[in-house]
């Protein structure tokens, strides 16, 4: 019974993988267009940076052929557009011109402290949203380093989880902000020759 077990759990691993193959390798004659964050409130080449990862990201995961950024400029140039002012509809009209049968657009940017990102995979024929992933975190270089491997994973179906710390939920301080803290701190106990509590301090420095 044991052994008859094991042949069946070998069988479904093989057919798993083989199954895993043919789904990555018809993924593969899917060509997508990817196109710069939509900016909101980060500087411009930071926007630049964010998406070219996202698109290096992408051609790691290797599910889609990836349309490359000249031939997206040569278009662009062609057409004489300009992707700043280049509405979604309008993106997917230019992956379609790339031979882009899916396009990913989105949006990166800052909402008080958090750095947020956004990305939809869209039909560049339908024009139907076919899934959409989100990374908010407190920390540009965990945007940057994990947000857009996370981003690039779950548009291609991979799911990725969050890290255990779960650094896009924590307050990520600054070291140079820290210390400037901490040293106004240090001089206003200083200055005032009385010892209060770190909360006192603080709600009088807030006032």
Request: hydrophobic share 40%; glycine share 6%.
């Amino acid at each position: 019974m044991t052994k008859h077990l094991t042949l069946l759990g070998h069988r479904m691993t093989r057919i798993f993988s083989i199954l895993l193959f043919i789904g990555l390798a018809w993924g593969q004659d899917i060509t997508i267009a990817v196109f710069e964050f939509e900016n909101n409130g980060l500087e411009p080449f930071e926007v630049r940076q964010l998406s070219t990862r996202l698109e290096s990201e992408l051609v790691i995961v290797n599910k889609y052929k990836v349309v490359e950024r000249s031939k997206i400029d040569e278009i662009l140039k062609e057409q004489k557009l300009q992707l700043s002012g280049c509405v979604e509809e309008c993106l997917i009209e230019i992956g379609n011109m790339v031979g882009a049968k899916k396009v990913i657009v989105g949006s990166v940017g800052i909402f008080g402290s958090d750095y947020t990102s956004s990305a939809r995979l869209v039909n560049a024929e339908t024009g139907e949203i076919l899934k959409s992933a989100n990374y908010d975190t407190q920390s540009l270089r965990d945007l940057l380093s994990f947000g857009m491997k996370y981003i690039a994973g779950n548009l291609c179906g991979l799911n990725i989880a969050l890290p255990k710390n779960n650094l896009s939920k924590i307050v990520v301080k600054d070291k140079r902000q820290k210390r400037v803290e901490e040293k106004k701190l240090e001089e206003y106990a200083a200055k005032r020759h009385y010892s209060k509590t770190l909360d006192e301090i603080l709600d009088e420095i807030e006032k």
